[in-house]
């Protein structure tokens, strides 16, 4: 594709960046097939290749709008489109700088920068979300049906100490889960103790960025990257050997730290080795000697559903179905596994309407073989799907943990 960046914005970064990656994109069309909310709306401009066009004139100094903006903000950045591109198209790089650009010359409405502050000054935090948490599970029972779901239920948290071993790891806590689902870093500590593993909480430990960088607070995100990554490096310097993600979308961000601290000469190389040492904690336990793990005969039959972030972002797409097949379990995989829930971290807050439809469309998907349990594995899709329907949704690692012998 041809461009025609304003001079003075080519001289910076973000315009190198993006002139590069509009260059690399032939416009074929293959990424429309499969983007979520092109297929929902129909609309050119709400899927990638009219949103290319949209930055594109704004990198060029065209004028941008209000509708410019919103077409951005439908985006889901699944990355269902990175997958498809036959080109390599770095296109979730080109949407954060062109979503910035328009920010700068589009003022939102104050509602919305309201809701984005909220969520900026609250949801990386779990102090400020617990109680926040505790209110709503109080009130849930006057609540009407529909926000009753969203709220999700308090669960009884059987306390596990990791027995010592020689082989530790750091289990990240992450905030809105540490708060609203423990029992799935507790059944993560349970299985990776039967395995000879001993999981390591880190006190001190910070969001990991992805709700700030999304929302284009950067600075907020990049200051959690580095209290992190000085967090990690000295217990990976004395023999921890990895950092396990139990949510796919933290451990993706976890992963991207070198992005994200590519400007910062004292991080940027300790980001690379957290980074390396970062592992989602399916892949991590697939490395394993499975064996070990002892399951009962009667399994439940599970409806996987896959988070963008772990197929499209980490790119394990089929990794943890096939570790489930290879302990036993039957697994069902929906029509158009690769489409978004609609979670997409903030996205069912700022675009409930949207969200709405495509977690109907997937849990529609998801229950075609009457499955006796829904699993994930990332907290968002999880809370998400939970939100639509009374079959049990769980995180992948709760079902084995429940099956072990």
């Known amino acids: 594709m041809q461009t025609q960046i304003d001079i003075q914005l080519l001289q910076t970064d973000a315009g190198k960046a993006a002139d590069s990656i509009l260059r690399s994109c032939v416009h074929c069309g293959f990424c429309t097939a499969t983007c979520p909310t092109y297929q ?53 790089s080109l949407l954060e ?41 109080t009130l849930r029972p006057l609540l009407p049906q529909s926000l009753q779901q969203k709220i999700p239920q308090k669960r009884g948290v059987e306390e596990h100490a990791s027995t010592s071993h020689a082989r530790k790891v750091i289990l990240f806590k992450g905030c809105v889960q540490s708060v609203a689902a423990q029992h799935i870093n507790q059944a993560a500590t349970r299985v990776l103790d039967k395995l000879g593993i001993e999981c390591i909480q880190v006190a001190s430990e910070q969001c990991c960025g992805a709700v700030n960088h999304h929302l284009g607070d950067a600075a907020t995100a990049v200051d959690f990257a580095r209290r992190n990554v000085d967090l990690w490096s000295r217990l990976l310097e004395n023999g921890v050997e990895a950092i396990i993600g139990t949510a796919s979308a933290c451990t993706l961000e976890i992963k991207e730290y070198p992005q994200l601290l590519k400007n910062d000469p004292d991080y940027v190389e300790k980001a690379k080795a957290v980074s390396t040492a970062t592992v989602d904690l399916g892949d991590f336990i697939q490395q394993q000697s499975i064996h070990k793990l002892i399951l009962i005969d009667k399994l439940p039959q599970i409806a996987f559903h896959s988070p963008c972030t772990l197929q499209h972002g980490l790119h394990l797409k089929g990794s943890i179905e096939g570790l489930l097949r290879s302990l036993g379990f039957n697994i ?74």
């Open 97 to 137: 700088i062109g979503r910035h650009l328009i920010d700068q010359q589009v003022e939102r409405p104050f509602r919305e920068k309201l809701m984005r502050l909220g969520m900026k000054s609250i949801l990386p935090y779990p102090a400020r979300v617990a109680p926040l948490l505790a209110v709503a599970r």
């Open 40 to 92: 929902l709306l129909g609309d050119e401009l709400d899927g990638p290749r009219g949103r290319i066009y949209l930055i594109k004139q704004a990198l060029e100094g065209k004028q941008v709008s209000r509708k410019s903006q919103l077409h951005l903000d439908r985006c889901l950045s699944c990355r269902s489109c990175e997958t498809t591109c036959p080109s390599g198209v770095k296109y979730t």
């Open 332 to 405: 069902t995989e929906p029509q158009d596994a690769h489409l978004c829930c609609g979670s997409a971290g903030t996205y069912s807050i700022l675009q409930p309407q949207l969200s709405t439809r495509l977690l109907s469309n997937k849990l529609q998907a998801l229950s075609d073989n009457n499955p006796d349990v829904i699993a994930t594995a990332n907290i968002g899709c999880l809370l998400h799907l939970q939100s639509g329907t009374q079959k049990p949704v769980k995180h992948w690692i709760e079902v084995v943990d429940e099956s072990i012998i």
